[in-house]
């Protein structure tokens, strides 16, 4: 061989060498930029997750709030229920006990009583007659 063809041969392979470097260079460059984007891409997905997760936090501690007054509201409800529960009972009795008074008296017959009979059972309660 030639020193000319050697010489054409070593200017090929340092221009692939070079060509190579440079290819290289430029796809690591565009790799590594492409990964840069995605993750500041990433961080501020996260950022705004954590927002969120702060919020939705703040959000579920007002719930927890409002369902625990509602639980005691209820509570009291319930009590002030049972209490009118137990007094209409006893309303319910006292009226039942007057309606069966009512017809007892309505079935007993009336006797005649004398003035003297009326005085005496007056007089034994404490009230006689003048």
Not at 36 to 59: C, N
Not at 81 to 109: G, P, W, Y
Request: hydrophobic share 35%; aromatic share 6%.
């Amino acid at each position: 061989m030639q020193n000319q063809t050697r010489i054409y041969i070593g200017i090929a392979l340092a221009a692939l060498t070079i060509s190579a470097f440079v290819f290289s260079s430029i796809w690591t460059t565009r790799k590594f930029t492409n990964l840069e984007r995605e993750l500041r891409d990433s961080k501020h997905a996260v950022q705004a997750a954590d927002k969120l997760a702060t919020t939705r936090e703040i959000e579920a501690a007002a719930y927890k709030q409002k369902l625990q007054y509602l639980e005691n509201q209820l509570s009291d409800i319930q009590t002030i229920a049972s209490k009118q529960d137990e007094e209409l009972d006893k309303l319910n009795s006292n009226s039942r006990n007057a309606r069966r008074n009512v017809e007892r008296t309505r079935r007993t017959r009336p006797t005649e009583t004398s003035t003297a009979e009326l005085c005496a059972k007056l007089a034994e309660v404490g009230y006689g007659c003048d």
